[in-house]
């Protein structure tokens, strides 16, 4: 049974041909949340793999016909934190879905709740309420009193949940947008950030075309600050005797990232081969690691809403491990070529203790990439 509200075509939804979209993409670019659908079938198979799990579901129609649609029930590692199995459902259960529609006429949905016909027990649905956390601890530290950005001796642990998935310049009021950047009037992108009119221009065209050439959908590593809001999260590798700090990136394709921390000199972008992830050199001040980089491509976005950057990048970012749990992180952002000055954003960092960062290749999920 397929019930879909608000205004879709059935018909056209029903025999297009079954290219999925691809979970690397926006939530805002591949579904449409004002297009809610209902759907009631059985399961005939399950991918519970990073970075995103879904479930496909044969669905009869009024008329007879079967189609089959893929399911998207959220990231396996978040929903076995959440409580959710994999055995809580298996194929050939007929299951019950209240999901988001996908745009583009493709048989697709983002689950809301899925429930057994039968039995009409949930098998997932939102995050139940955590409880409040206890005070975090103080932030460790190396025996010479320096801040660990990494775990406590002897322990694990990474840096998870950013919280935010955007940047915006800090002294922003309050921007109406989604949670992957998509701006609710578009006349509010003079308000992201002091753009110049061709990089207005272009951020604007990515907001109209719903991020839907989000470069991070096809597997492009996410650059620049973006690098620390992806899925899966990052960890730290400081090596003092090598004289640089490892970035390991659990999203993406678990790329890396090199702070080299031995005193050389920043240079210029000219002077660097262009890469993601830049030629970064940090030094302390006090307890705030401060990095700065040159040397970026032109390939990535700064954030997930689409903002440009040109090869004259040049970044300055600063990490502060205020305590065990939390990490504050703040990037000037100096590209002349592509803001009319230089300007701030940021965000917070949530630590994830006593775990290490689980595997996470976007191709596991190539499937659903067109």
């Known amino acids: 049974m397929i019930k879909i509200v608000g205004s879709f075509i ?14 690397q993409r926006p939530y805002s670019s591949t579904y449409d949340t004002t297009r809610s659908v209902k759907l009631q079938g059985v399961v005939t198979r399950i991918d519970w793999v990073n970075p995103t799990a879904f479930v496909f579901v044969d669905v009869r129609d009024a008329a007879g016909a079967v189609s089959n649609w893929a ?14 199995k994999r055995s809580g459902l298996q194929i050939g259960d007929a299951i019950n879905v209240d999901g988001v529609a996908a745009r583009g ?13 039968k039995t009409s027990k949930r098998v997932f ?8 956390a206890a005070p975090p601890s103080p932030a460790p530290r190396w025996p010479d009193g320096k801040i660990r950005l990494g775990p406590p001796a002897g322990k694990t642990g990474y840096w998870g949940a950013a919280s935010t998935k955007v940047l915006v310049e800090n002294t922003a009021t309050k921007i109406p947008m989604t949670e992957d950047g998509l701006l609710q009037n578009i006349t509010d992108a003079d308000k992201v950030a002091p753009l110049l009119p061709w990089a207005k221009a272009l951020y604007q065209h ?11 959908s096809r597997c492009v590593p996410a650059g620049g600050p973006r690098e620390f809001q992806t899925p899966n999260g990052f960890q730290f590798v400081e090596q003092k005797e090598l004289g640089r700090i490892l970035i390991l990136l659990g999203g993406g394709d678990r790329n890396w990232r090199v702070i080299y921390t031995d005193g050389r000199p920043v240079g210029s972008a000219a002077e660097a081969v262009p890469s993601y992830y830049g030629t970064s050199v940090g030094h302390w001040e006090k307890d705030t690691l401060v990095v700065e980089s040159v040397g970026y491509n032109e390939k990535f976005w700064l954030t997930s809403g689409g903002l440009p950057h040109t090869e004259a990048l040049h970044l300055t970012e600063r990490f502060t491990r205020t305590d065990l749990k939390n990490l504050k992180y703040e990037v000037t952002v100096d590209d002349p070529r592509t803001y009319t000055r230089p300007w701030s954003g940021g965000w917070t960092i949530q630590w994830v203790p006593d775990q290490d960062v689980q595997e996470y290749f976007c191709e596991d999920n190539s499937d659903f990439i067109r």
Do not use: C
């Open 10 to 23: 059935i018909a056209g939804l029903l025999f297009t041909a079954p290219g999925f979209t691809s979970p």
């Open 105 to 117: 006429g493709v048989r697709q949905a983002s689950a809301k709740s899925i429930v057994l016909t």
């Open 71 to 84: 399911v998207e029930i959220g990231s396996p590692i978040e929903l076995e934190r959440d409580g959710w």
């Open 206 to 216: 990515r907001q109209r075309t719903f991020l839907a050439s989000d470069p991070y």
């Open 125 to 132: 649905g939102p995050a139940a309420a955590r409880r409040a």
